[in-house]
């Protein structure tokens, strides 16, 4: 073999491993949406509009266009669509400003090529009209592989006494 040929072939070999070890898992993209969803649905404590509005339309963006929701102690079961989520996501930031979201003791269980089970605890750290509050809610979440993106496809909230 001429050294053309073996620079070609260390070269992709180089590339293919490259991306292999560089590339995110696919748990790695879920847990990085949950993130960008936790990051989106927090609110400042004096958030512009269009930034409020933008960083809605981006979590709705992470939802399938019909996601379901179940809240069971708020009688809530039923898909929602994208403008819905962002309906919802802009009432939310308008009831709790300064109010910060984020996702703690993931488990995130892949058991086929387009579908992943998430067991996560939701966290809000915020302010209310009477002072600070932290509540905590555990959630079961689907997340589904649509042209190559994960995408939340529904939430239960998982209520207390139903553990």
Request: glycine share 4%; aromatic share 8%.
């Amino acid at each position: 073999m001429n050294n053309k040929k073996v620079f070609l072939l260390l070269a992709i070999f180089t590339l293919v491993a490259g991306a292999i070890f560089f590339l995110p898992s696919d748990e790695e993209k879920i847990r990085d949406n949950l993130d960008s969803l936790a990051e989106n649905c927090s609110s400042g404590k004096k958030e512009p509009v269009m930034e409020t509005l933008q960083k809605a339309a981006l979590a709705a963006k992470l939802c399938t266009d019909l996601c379901k929701v179940n809240i069971e102690s708020f009688k809530i079961d039923r898909e929602f669509s994208q403008k819905e989520i962002i309906d919802h996501i802009l009432m939310l930031k308008k009831r709790l400003p300064n109010t910060n979201f984020s996702f703690q003791d993931t488990v995130v269980n892949i058991p086929d090529e387009g579908q992943a089970e998430v067991i996560t605890t939701l966290r809000l750290n915020g302010e209310s009209v009477d002072g600070q509050f932290t509540d905590a809610y555990e959630m079961n979440i689907t997340v589904i592989k649509k042209e190559g993106d994960w995408l939340f496809s529904s939430f239960t909230l998982v209520e207390f006494m139903k553990k």
